[in-house]
């Protein structure tokens, strides 16, 4: 399991930027100013047993036992309830969103107590959360140059660089922390993730096989190489590896989320309906459970079930709604509006993307969330308009999109910036620019792979359109929704060609 693997919609898809990586252990306990302890980030607090609560929980959540953490944060904020650094800590592992911002926002009411340090790590993760990303990483910045010889430091930059898709610079913290520490194993996690994303499966599979070596009684490296042998259509050696990562922990839901997929792939849908079934029943909690039910919304999708997925997606907000989640409800009314685009229910859907606008409007997230989901919504209302062949207001949305993410310097949003001017290129039968376009989108989105063979295509390359038609067919993501909604048909085109 990749830390980042159960985000969804953009908007809320920020919070994949946070920071997934702990403070080194020091021996000082004063919490007016921890020493660093051969060069690495100071913990600050006033309790010697908050301190021993905190690294057991920060060993579990490093392993991807994020549940399992819970207990220990809880106890060690029980024992000092200004430890800063344990309120990060919960934030980050907490099963909502709900949960995430309200531990969030008091870690960064504590930083002034915290050392320099911690104190860095909570402003990057309160700005990435935000999608301030050139704040982000300004702060990440400051804390490898204070910190250049801890490995949670270097792991945390990296993460920066993998979440922006600049994979060369992500690697190369990850491997700076792996020189510095090399039994850190959530480390050889991400190497394993940056590599597959690269196409370079043989480093991919070795990265994730040092991970099984380090720790291997724990279930998330068996599941990572699971997913792995997913993307590379070895459905049943992938199903072997989830099961290998079940056996030593039946909860280890993301594993029943893997299996779904490998299912769904080879054609066993029922199968597929089974373990998200299992992995509803047997939810811990709010997070669990909302993702199977998302897991049953894509397996609709994938089928054509599109009422089906609306449906699952309710039930989703339900669960939501009933903890005043108000940023999973809101994620959850923008899958709803991208099923209905599917459906060509394009009004329909844009009453959705309004509601989840509103939703955050009259919230009390941050301003920085509100202004970030106002400006999301022009690439909503884009979308909308391009279903419903209105380029001329496509256009307008686009714009003011483009101008939003550049004065951002959000990358992930330049990115959508180009899908757009892409889509809009494509209605005009502009190929050539769509091309150019959409080579500058995200392309670990498939759709944006659809659209490039269909792009190819309409320029004369057949090529080009069948290269790009099978790496859409064959993406192998997690249940997605934007793999669900083009999948059949790129792997159709591709039998065909």
Known sequence: MCPRKSVRPVWIALLALCTASWLACTKSTSNVAASSDGGKIPITTSSEE???????????????????????????????????S???????????TKEFFEHQKKAVSLASKASNGEKLLIMA??????????????????????????????????????????????????????????????????????????????????????YVQLIPNDPNPYDSYAELLLKMGRYEESIAQYRKALSIDSHFNPSRFGISADYMYSGKPQEAAAELQTMADQARNDGE?????????????DQGKFDQALAAIDKEFAVAEKKGDTASMAADLQAK?????????????????????QLVENSNLSQELKNNATLQHHFNAASVAIGKKDLAAAKSHAEEFRKGAEARKNDAQLKQAHELAGRIALAEKDNAKAITELEQANLQNPQNLYRLSQAYRGNGDAAKAQEYLKKAAEFNSLPALNYAFIREKARKEAGKS
Do not use: W
């Open 289 to 301: 459970l909302r993702t199977a039910l998302f897991g049953m919304a894509v397996l609709a999708s």
């Open 125 to 210: 993760n309160e700005a990435g959360a935000n999608g301030v990303t050139e704040i982000q990483k300004e702060y990440l910045d400051q804390l490898v140059g204070a910190y250049p010889n801890d490995e949670r430091a270097q792991f945390t930059l990296g993460n920066y660089y993998f979440a922006q898709q600049e994979l060369d610079q992500a690697l190369a913290h990850y491997k700076k922390a792996t020189e510095i520490a090399p039994s850190y194993s959530q480390v050889y996690n991400l190497l394993g993730y940056c590599y597959r994303q690269k196409g370079d499966y043989a480093n991919s599979e070795e990265s994730f096989k040092k």
């Open 337 to 357: 509006a991208r099923i209905l685009e599917q459906m060509q229910k394009h009004d329909a859907a844009a009453k959705e993307f309004d509601r989840s606008l």
């Open 50 to 84: 908050a301190r021993k609560e905190f690294l057991t929980g920060r060993d579990l959540s490093e392993r991807l036992l994020a549940q399992e953490s819970l207990p220990h944060f809880d106890k060690a904020l029980a024992l000092d309830p200004e430890f800063a």
């Open 86 to 96: 344990a309120e990060l800590a919960r934030a980050v592992s907490s099963p909502t």
